[in-house]
Nanobody, 121 residues
Framework: VQLVESGGGLVQAGGSLRLSCAAS????????MRWYRQAPGKQRDVVAG???????NYADSVKGRFIISRDNAKNTGYLQMDNLKPEDAAVYYC????????????????WGQGTQVTVSS
């Protein structure tokens, strides 16, 4: 199983980006999906999460600006980021619990390689 993020880049403050996280491989079911971010010299923090049923939660710092979603048919998660601020700049990582047919109720946590988001002021 692989998670591949895309959609990062350079944007001016106030701009928008949409990150994608595509899962591939031997997938039976995708449980919760989360987006994390890590700025240089800082710990990796959760930004947003979405359950298999679509329930969402957000870090206070991004509420009202970011929207997490998922397309179960495409095994893909998204993070729409609007009104970006310089403090949003970081490497963004996708995380998901994914089970296989051999163990359908035992999800394993997978991470993507990260995608860089840079916000200029």
């Amino acid at each position: 199983v692989q998670l591949v993020e895309s959609g990062g880049g350079l944007v001016q403050a106030g701009g928008s980006l949409r990150l994608s996280c595509a899962a591939s491989g031997s997938i039976f079911s995708i449980y919760g999906m989360r987006w994390y971010r890590q700025a240089p010299g800082k710990q990796r923090d959760v930004v947003a999460g979405i359950s298999s049923g679509g329930s969402t939660n957000y870090a206070d710092s991004v509420k009202g600006r970011f929207i997490i979603s998922r397309d179960n048919a495409k095994n893909t998660g998204y993070l729409q980021m609007d009104n970006l601020k310089p403090e949003d700049a970081a490497v963004y990582y996708c995380n998901a619990g994914i089970s296989s047919a051999q163990a359908p109720t035992r999800p394993i946590q997978y991470w993507g390689q990260g995608t860089q988001v840079t916000v200029s002021s």
